[in-house]
């Protein structure tokens, strides 16, 4: 299990099934880089969103004996179409 859904996990503990599925479920682990990790959304309100309520993903990251770290938003890229 990557660290991202160690994080998840407990996330959903906290913010109910609703709110999880709406706002966590749709975000996909990209990598961690020391205490970093990027995480894609899909789209800027989703980002505003999530970093508006971070303080419940960094206390998930610490019950979930993560430690601290801090997420970096990415938001995804649209696929080129071919032409």
Do not use: C
């Not at 109910?16 to 706002?23: C, D, I, S």
């Not at 979930?64 to 649209?78: H, K, N, Q």
């Amino acid at each position: 299990m990557d660290t991202w859904q160690k994080v998840l996990n407990k996330v959903e503990e906290k913010v109910g099934v609703q709110n999880y599925n709406t706002w966590f479920k749709p975000t996909q682990f990209i990598r961690r880089d020391g205490s970093a990790l990027y995480v894609r959304v899909p789209n800027s309100f989703f980002r505003d969103w999530l970093n508006e309520h971070i303080d419940v993903v960094l206390e998930a990251a610490r019950t979930a004996e993560v430690g601290d770290i801090d997420v970096v938003y990415m938001i995804e890229e649209p696929a080129a179409r071919p032409t």
